[in-house]
């Protein structure tokens, strides 16, 4: 894989903390790999791991592939183009309706809901994870 992924379970994964929209982030993720996409989040085991990587690397709240741009409600993983079957939504998330169409993991355990996931407009700025 590209420099700097680590293994984690059966896939790759490399924290980008510079802080980027939705679509920059899986932009990015593709300029370092063509196998490299924003990471899915399909178990609370890999939801763990993700946020334990996170905060290793000093990381704050990251951009997963999750999204409903397509139709709103219908949460599905960009990559690998399946539907969101695990979920770890905070309290009263999702809430953005149209507002709020991607999916961000708070992991800063400042964050009184860290480990758990929020819709956020697609334009906000954040960290991101990539995953071959």
Not at 1 to 27: C, H, M, R
Not at 44 to 60: F, P, S
């Amino acid at each position: 894989p590209a420099s700097g992924f680590i293994k984690i379970d059966a896939n790759w994964y490399l924290w980008v903390e510079a802080q980027k929209t939705w679509s920059d982030a899986e932009a990015h993720c593709q300029s370092l790999h063509s196998s490299a996409h924003l990471t899915d989040v399909p178990s609370l085991k890999l939801n763990t791991r993700l946020i334990n990587y996170a905060r290793h690397n000093q990381g704050g709240n990251f951009w997963t592939s999750g999204n409903d741009q397509q139709t709103d409600g219908q949460w599905v993983w960009q990559h690998p183009g399946t539907s969101v079957g695990f979920t770890n939504w905070r309290t009263d998330e999702p809430n953005g309706g149209t507002n709020e169409n991607c999916m961000m993991v708070y992991s800063q355990p400042r964050e009184t809901h860290h480990t758990q996931w929020n819709d956020a407009p697609c334009s906000e700025t954040v960290s991101f994870i990539c995953k071959i």
